[in-house]
């Protein structure tokens, strides 16, 4: 039965996600609740540091029965985090986890906010995170969210008042906003901010807690809940057919990335939220007592309200187009009211509300996804009116270079209208990639150039189609995204945002070079044509001591999409170095030096980025021995592919390949991160995998969480996991066991090895093991104890154990010389004596 259960919650959310991608379509019970949310006139903005934080079922609540306008701003993007649906990391990751969270909002009703603040990984404390962020411009980014959002309530996901006792980015984002709170309604502060959006004053702010928070249920139990607020978050949905913590269960299944992918839930639960600042509501039962919801809290609106309720309680389920003249009548009301914030809101609200009950399609689909500025493209518009409403399009208007048209078309009913137009890509037209990424920004910092786009989600598309209609009297602009729509055979109907691309991009596939000695390679480099016929040469900027040849290569590329590979003789110097290796694209008189990546997963829209095409190259000082090693797939790394760089044969098996036969054709074998989290097969080859060591293998398990083991016996011997990090990646390393074969063959590892680590230096060390393991490094972060457990050797048998919290898996893709170096070691410990005057196996 929960087999079925997942079953039947994967399909609804597979159904949820690639439906998300197609224009919104909403059916008569669906306007009725976007009426009841046009009639309530406040807003909720919940506040936390990270995409996962945010608490869906209360968004979900206070969206969809509370009716408030709702928005999430998570701080950052959550790029510092780990990806266990593919090899994205970093800056790619924090756009998926982006389109997740907008994917999870469409979900739940809420809105999605962003600041400039960048995940840099994990952080122990607030006074960090705050140092490497910059706390004044973090600080502005929630001010202005405030100012821009104007939420009568603000909700913290997390306590400002404990520092030290969480991810200090969760601290964090509870101290900011609740420093913000004041700040925004105080016109010294980011003046420059009131000039454009005013101030604003919240009324309440509060903290959602839970027993959690107390340490356990009974300390919760005996706590005084004075200045606390519960709700009921499990109320059902009969328009729907959802309750809403199974509507809050989808949303938070969109965190695919995090393998957040859940059973939904259903029944009474309860929340809690604690008053921190305002006062508190004397019915304990409505968040907003003693706050005016309705339409009298702006000038004019008793006329809307008295309009609009009419439509709410008379709706008509079998025809809401008889509710159109109502819906024009009070839209036109709300254009004049004199609250900037509400006006706005509103006739977004009500223009989509009209949209739907007229039965209204508008649509403008190109007929190739993506093009370079300067080409010509077919646009398809297409115009329906499914209603007996005499409506009008009087003129459509696309932005990419004003192209217009004003034949007025009458739009019969159920008649469909199909307009062909061809229109050129204007020049001024940037490619289409994630503002934040535009620019270089710091570790804890995106740069962002255009103050406007500060805390928007996404970057607004190029191209926008305005419909400019008349219904039934009365003028309407609706306005829509120029979209491609296709099919696939085993897909059916999909659709694709419209993205401008550059004319020509490169790109070298590896990001990463090893140079294990000062012998030459090939480095393909791969040109990728925006247009048809383009024409040009690469050259390829290189560190100096480092020689490329040839020095220019043309190319020649006949059609749109194609691709022309170049191949580049790279030598390395005799020593030790490392630099950048980045492609140079020459078209006539523009230079093209980044890479076009295409992110495609079926729950989020198809993404294009524009990164930097460049990769690191090094040349290792390096020794190894051993040749051939096995691999353990975890929940994903790039660590095979960093140790084939080296010079290992690498092959990766799968848990049901794990026998002693296979075994024996390999000097190592490597587990990869959270293994032991997520392969429930591998408790029943623990015995296999030590029967290995103990005839003579190697064996490195790296980091594990030291929750949800699939078995307790990760190790021959007795070895506890903890949650112990270091996370200052320029921690000072003392080296506890300097004579240990580990730390001298074949490569003497010093100080210096661990010199450019990027993060952290490791995560989840054992804090306990037997005595037959050996720590080898000890280190901490500031006004910490020593850490000792982020490598221990054990000898078993003839062979030996490793385990490791070292971040390998990060330091690999970032080439860290002293990674690979220390790494070797381990895949070379005991084979020293296996090794003769000529380098020879005996």
Known sequence: MQKLLASLLLLLCFSLSTQAQQPEKLNASEIHQAVKKLNFLGSVLYLAAHPDDENTR??????????????????????????????????????????????????????????????????????????????????????????????????????????????????????????????????????????????????REFFNTSWWFYGSQEKFDEADKTNLLNFDIGVYYPSLGLSNNEIASLASSQHLCQGFGRLSQRGSQTEYIELIKGDLPKDKSNIFDGINTTWTRVTGGEKIEAILKTVETNFNFENPASHL?????????????????????????????????????????????????????????????????????????????????????????????????????????????????????????????????????????????????????????????????????????????????????????????????????????????????????????????WSVFPEKQKFEIANKGQEQTLIFTVIPPKNQSEGLLSPMVYVGSNVYTKELVEIDYEHIPFQTVLLPSESKIVRLDIQKRGENIAYIEGAGDVVPES?????????????????AERLSAFDAVVVGIRAYNIVDALKFKQDI??????????????????????????????????RDRVTDENAEVTLLAPEHEVLNFPNKITSKDFEGWTQER????????????????????????????????????????????????????????GAYRLFANMLSIGKENSINDNGLKN
């Open 762 to 817: 490791g995560l989840y060390f054992p804090d306990q093991w037997a005595p037959e393991f050996t720590p080898i490094l000890s280190m901490h972060d500031k006004d910490e104890t020593a850490k000792s457990g982020s490598l221990l050797v054990a000898k078993h048998g003839k062979g030996h154990y490793i385990y490791t919290g070292l971040s390998f898996f990060r330091e690999f893709p970032a080439g860290v010389s």
């Open 643 to 659: 140790l084939k760089q080296i010079g290992y044969n690498v092959m990766v098996l799968k848990p049901e390949e794990i026998t």
């Open 325 to 545: 003249d109502q819906l024009l009548q009070a839209r036109q009301l709300i254009e004049g009211i004199d609250s900037p914030q509400w006006k706005t809101q509103k006739l977004k609200e009500i223009n989509k509300i009209i949209e739907a009950c007229a039965g209204l399609y508008l649509e403008a689909s190109a007929s190739t996804p993506n093009s370079a500025t300067g080409q010509v493209i077919d646009v398809n518009i297409e115009a329906l009116n499914r209603s007996a409403a005499v409506i009008t399009l009087e003129s459509y208007t696309i932005s990419n270079n004003n192209t217009k048209n004003n034949s007025a078309l009458l739009l019969t009913p159920n008649d469909k209208q199909e307009l062909k137009k061809q229109i050129t890509i204007a020049s001024k037209l940037q490619p289409t990639a994630p503002y934040w990424l535009n620019k270089k920004g710091s570790l804890g910092m995106y740069k962002v150039e255009d103050k406007n786009l500060i805390g928007k989600p996404e970057t607004p598309r190029a191209i926008t189609i305005d419909f400019n209609l008349n219904i039934n009297g009365y003028p309407l602009t609706i306005t829509k995204d120029l979209i491609y729509r296709y099919s696939k055979p085993d897909k059916g109907e999909l659709y694709r945002p419209f993205e401008i691309i550059p004319e020509a991009s490169a790109k070298i596939d590896q990001k990463v070079i090893i140079f294990e000695n000062d012998q030459q390679k090939d480095i393909p480099v791969t040109v990728k044509a925006g247009k048809d016929n383009l024409d040009g040469y690469v050259s390829i900027a290189h560190p100096k001591g």
């Open 58 to 203: 209360l968004i979900s609540y206070m969206s969809n029965h509370v009716k408030a306008r709702t928005a999430y701003l998570s701080l950052t993007r959550g790029d510092g985090g780990q990806n266990l649906i593919g090899p994205e990391i970093r800056e790619l990751l924090g756009v998926i986890r982006t389109q997740e969270l907008l994917a999870a909002r469409r979900t739940d009703g809420g809105e999605q906010r962003f600041t400039r603040a960048n995940d840099f990984g994990y952080s122990k404390h607030p006074d960090e995170t705050l140092a490497i962020w910059n706390k004044n411009e973090v600080l502005s980014d929630v001010v202005l969210a405030i100012r821009q959002f104007k939420p009568d309530i603000i909700i913290n996901r997390f306590d400002h008042r404990s520092p030290g006792t969480t991810h200090g980015h969760h601290t964090s984002s509870a101290m900011l906003s609740v420093e913000a709170f004041d700040l925004a309604n105080d016109k010294n502060a980011y003046p420059d901010q009131v000039k454009q959006y005013g101030t604003w004053q919240p009324q």
């Open 689 to 722: 995998l030590f029967d290995f060591v103990e005839k003579g293998g190697n064996m490195i398990v790296q980091y594990n969480t030291n929750r949800r083991l699939k078995t307790d016996q990760i190790a021959p011997y007795d070895l506890k996991l903890s």
